[in-house]
T-cell receptor, first 112, second 110 residues
């Protein structure tokens, strides 16, 4: 089955620790995205990548980092510099940018 | 700057009571308007893409329409399983990102 997988589903970390969220897709999509969703709010773009080895900051990139070494994978690192990291993180992909995006199941990160 | 506003924020319907959700947008050259459904604790599920004013798309009890300033998601005779948050997003000709609205939380009571 083609799709997007995110792992883990739930993640707990202590304040001050970096944490990496996984996102993998087997849809052969060029573009991949990371969003953050806070309770009762819409999606805010953290980073996006249109092609391997290239990525751009979204609206709220501070405190986050990404890499795109393979077409299938777009991991997100939440660093200790992110002031409010507790949130629901969603990864998405599209065949090219500005086409419909398909989302993974999400990772709920809790930092205490 | 692109803007997307969805209304109402929340909508309660009785089963079978048809209604519409609104998505108003301002964008510098629309390159697509997208509707998604999101269930609690899950990723959004793609529903429709609309590209030009006058276009309509249907799927089961849902019908999306588009004008130059807004899109409507019409829900005909909803069922409790239609309860979800519905998200709208737009893309413009100049950028490579989508701008999402805040969503409408729909609750359909039996």
């Amino acid at each position: 089955d083609g799709g997007i997988t995110q792992s883990p589903k739930y993640l707990f970390r202590k304040e001050g620790q970096n944490v990496t969220l996984s996102c993998e897709q087997n849809l052969n999509h060029d573009a991949m995205y990371w969003y953050r969703q806070d309770p009762g709010q819409g999606l805010r773009l953290i980073y996006y990548s249109q092609i391997v080895n290239d990525f751009q900051k979204g609206d709220i990139a501070e405190g986050y980092s990404v890499s795109r070494e393979k077409k299938e994978s777009f991991p997100l690192t939440v660093t200790s510099a992110q002031k409010n990291p507790t949130a629901f993180y969603l990864c998405a992909s599209s065949i090219t940018s500005l086409r419909e995006q398909y989302f993974g199941p999400g990772t709920r990160l809790t930092v205490t | 700057e692109d803007q997307v506003t969805q209304s109402p924020e929340a909508l309660r319907l009785q089963e079978g009571e048809s209604s519409s959700l609104n998505c108003s947008y301002t964008v510098s050259g629309l390159r697509g308007l997208f509707w998604y459904r999101q269930d609690p604790g899950k990723g959004p599920e793609f529903l429709f893409t609309l590209y030009s004013a006058g276009e309509e798309k249907e799927k089961e009890r849902l019908k999306a329409t588009l004008t130059k300033k807004e899109s409507f998601l019409h829900i005909t005779a909803p069922k409790p399983e239609d309860s979800a948050t519905y998200l709208c997003a737009v893309g413009n000709n100049a950028g490579n990102m989508l701008t999402f609205g805040g969503g409408t939380r729909l609750m359909v009571k039996p």
